[in-house]
């Protein structure tokens, strides 16, 4: 019986350890780049360009706080007339919730007073405020820039 000893090809198993953690840590060296990039740097685009009609003026009473969810606003009458707040985080494009004191994002928790300006970050600025007008037919029609 001659056996010929067959040539192993295999690589050693601490060098596959090896490259397998360090190709596992730069993974997750790019994922965590890429989760710290959009958390520091992103801005989000509140809502998409356009002008939707928010149904009857008389749907939105003197003292109401509506949420529109199919806009992502919230419409404000008070004595001023109406206000359309964006319910879209400026920081991450979150949706926050409506609190009784305001708003709160509840992805990272920037807080906002009950007119939109921020009350805490880390968001660097306030929801944005859109512009809302009463029809001739007296319908409110909402404008996203």
């Known amino acids: 019986m001659n056996a ?7 690589i050693p198993r601490r060098s596959f350890l090896s490259l397998m953690l360090k190709g596992s840590l730069a993974g997750s060296a790019l994922i965590g780049l890429g989760v710290l990039g959009r958390f520091l740097g992103f801005q989000s685009e ?7 009609d928010l149904g009857p003026s008389t749907d939105y009473p003197q003292g109401s706080r509506i949420q529109v969810p199919e806009a992502q ?8 007339g109406y206000i359309a707040l964006s319910l879209v985080c400026p920081h991450l494009g979150c949706e926050v919730q409506v609190t009784g004191d305001g708003f709160a994002c509840p992805c990272h928790g920037s807080r906002f007073q009950a ?3 921020l009350h805490n970050g880390p968001a660097s600025s306030s ?11 007296g319908h409110l029609i909402l404008y996203h820039q």
């Open 4 to 10: 010929t000893p067959s040539k192993d090809d295999s």
């Open 46 to 52: 509140a809502n998409p360009p356009g002008q939707y």
């Open 73 to 80: 606003v919230i419409v404000i009458h008070s004595d001023l």
């Open 115 to 117: 007119d939109g300006s």
């Open 127 to 137: 929801l944005t405020s859109l512009r809302i007008e009463e029809s001739a037919e």
